[in-house]
T-cell receptor
Framework: DTEVTQTPKHLVMGMTNKKSLKCEQHMGHRAMYWYKQKAKKPPELMFV???????INESVPSRFSPECPNSSLLNLHLHALQPEDSALYLC???????????FGPGTRLTVL | RKEVEQDPGPFNVPEGATVAFNCTYSNSASQSFFWYRQDCRKEPKLLMSVYSSGNEDGRFTAQLNRASQYISLLIRDSKLSDSATYLCVVRRPMGQNFVFGPGTRLSVLP
């Protein structure tokens, strides 16, 4: 299994909702990432987990809360988002110390 | 100055043309360098890593000049299927931290 899966594919939420994005990989990768991508812009790193511990937080607002329950799963909990948070949220994984990142197809999030 | 910069594009070229993309990075301690491609409404995928000695994969050639902090990608005999956005990616000195350039859009025309 050489893929990263993400659910849901699309999500529409209001500013008062709480929702979660999920990411899963079974490649044995010990580094997992969340990126945010706005239209016509490159992916921007949000968080990195290394061996299930948060190793990088790129000054992301607290309304985004990551969680890594085990070595295969990565969640992103969303609460009180703003319309400007609407974007494609990409999950990726890589072997720890490795260079190639494998991306999931993303969750397209719309905040109303 | 942005950490990773690329040609602004877009590039519109006929099939069979040779096209070159340029990328510069600001952190001289950056460790590793890559080219990714991203098709419209899809996720990025690794095209090739870039090594100091330069490397080639079929029609694609990547070069790295550490002294000038410059990376390039050459595509020969371009195909319609090469149409995509090409992203230059640099790994920061510490940890699993990757920075994407803004990307250059390529359209190969019949």
């Amino acid at each position: 299994d050489t893929e990263v899966t993400q659910t849901p594919k699309h999500l529409v939420m209001g500013m008062t909702n709480k929702k979660s994005l999920k990411c899963e990989q079974h490649m044995g990768h010990r580094a997992m990432y969340w990126y945010k991508q706005k239209a016509k812009k490159p992916p921007e790193l949000m968080f990195v987990y290394s061996y299930e511990k948060l190793s990088i937080n790129e000054s992301v607002p607290s309304r985004f809360s990551p969680e890594c329950p085990n070595s295969s799963l990565l969640n992103l909990h969303l609460h009180a988002l703003q319309p400007e948070d609407s974007a494609l949220y990409l999950c990726a994984s890589s072997p720890y110390g490795g260079n190639e990142q494998f991306f999931g197809p993303g969750t397209r999030l719309t905040v109303l | 100055r942005k950490e990773v910069e690329q040609d602004p594009g877009p590039f519109n070229v006929p099939e069979g043309a040779t096209v070159a993309f340029n990328c510069t990075y600001s952190n001289s301690a950056s460790q590793s360098f890559f080219w990714y491609r991203q098709d419209c409404r899809k996720e990025p995928k690794l095209l090739m890593s870039v090594y100091s000695s330069g490397n080639e994969d079929g029609r694609f050639t990547a070069q790295l000049n550490r002294a000038s902090q410059y990376i390039s990608l050459l595509i020969r005999d371009s195909k319609l299927s090469d149409s995509a956005t090409y992203l230059c990616v640099v790994r920061r000195p510490m940890g699993q931290n990757f920075v994407f350039g803004p990307g250059t859009r390529l359209s190969v025309l019949p």
